[in-house]
DNA sequence: AACTCGGGGCC
DNA sequence: GGCCCAGAGTT
């Protein structure tokens, strides 16, 4: 006789549905009325940057900017500067881009094609069926790092995934759709993988699905491989580009270069990272030689420029 | 395939 | 101090 959990729709799926609709937590893009464009923003923002951390700058954001056209008419200084302190403010710039193109290609509405999607910058293979589940209901293949570690233990016994996505996983994640709540499931999964099969400390009592875990019944096996671990953060280049940027958010003209070089203490290195803030066109430098967040704004500052009735 | 890219929460 | 985070783009 087979196993019965030979199957993961019923040993795995069903049992994490059950869980999420009792135990998701109530993120404020999971509100009925939320527009693709919110989805959009908050997938965005969640990009490496916890759920905790995004929801209330979610909430500025989309007040500010309620649809993508009203973000395609800003400046993208302006952007990068409700963006704050979330961090890759390139994911700023992005999705300013991304307003753009579905303000002048789309008609101002966020697409639902694949190719549409991976098309904007910033968008990549999960970003792309996050959308597509999230904003559209749409079955999809959503692989985030939740979904990943989620289908490595349960299904593979191992614990954690590989560096990047394989193909295996793609196909493991599909058959995980085939039944009649696939969106869902993939909230449900990511959920389950942030709050119950965490990375650290999984909370294995009162899992739901602890009985058909392999990597519970294989005895939680060690890793097989190490995973790269990310340079230290003080006094990385890392570091200098967020100082950078802090100073240029936080005024309101240009900055002198030497008022940047006297606040790192590295001369060589903060000049490497203005260099490379202006090579990803984060800033610009004026023609007198100072630094600003790089605008798109024409002409007059944003006073001048208002609509004259 | 390996690098780079913020910043903070948590241990 | 290290680890992790609803990844993506570049080389």
């Known amino acids: 006789m087979r196993n019965t959990f030979a199957d993961p729709r019923s040993s795995l799926v069903e049992p994490v549905l059950s869980w999420f609709d009792d135990a998701c937590r109530p993120l404020p893009w999971r509100s009925p009325d939320v527009t693709p464009w919110g989805i959009l923003v908050s997938e965005f923002m969640c990009q490496q940057t916890q759920v905790d951390r995004v929801i209330p700058r979610w909430h500025l954001w989309l007040d500010r900017w309620p649809s993508p056209a009203d973000l ?18 390139r994911r700023a710039k992005w999705l300013h881009e991304s307003a753009v193109i579905i303000r002048d290609e789309h008609g101002g509405q966020v697409p639902t094609a694949t190719e549409s999607l991976r098309a904007l910058p910033g968008v990549g293979e999960y970003t792309a069926a996050a959308v597509q589940a999230f904003a559209f209901g749409l079955p999809s293949v959503v692989l985030d790092t939740n979904v990943r570690r989620v289908i490595a233990r349960t299904l593979n016994g191992q614990a954690q995934p590989r560096s990047h996505v394989t193909n295996a996983e793609r196909a493991q994640a599909a058959a995980l759709l085939e039944h009649d709540r696939p969106a869902e499931w993939s909230a449900a999964v990511m959920e389950f993988g942030a709050l119950i099969c965490r990375a650290a400390q999984p909370a294995c009592d009162g899992c739901p699905v ?13 890793p097989e491989f190490e ?27 240009p900055i002198t270069p030497s008022a940047i070089e006297s606040a790192w203490h590295d001369a060589p290195q903060i000049a490497r990272a203005l260099d490379g803030l202006v090579k990803d066109a984060l800033i610009e430098q004026t023609p007198p030689g100072d630094f600003r967040l790089r605008s798109t704004a024409e002409g007059q500052p944003a006073q001048s420029a208002q609509i004259d009735h």
């Open 72 to 89: 395609a008419g800003a400046d993208v200084a302006d952007a990068i500067r409700l963006w704050d302190r979330l961090g890759y403010p």
């Open 210 to 222: 602890a009985r058909m875990c392999r990597w519970r019944t294989d005895g939680y096996p060690a």
């Open 227 to 253: 995973i790269r671990r990310q340079a230290a953060f003080a006094g990385s280049d890392r570091q200098a580009r967020g100082r950078i940027m802090s100073l240029l958010r936080a005024a309101d003209g």
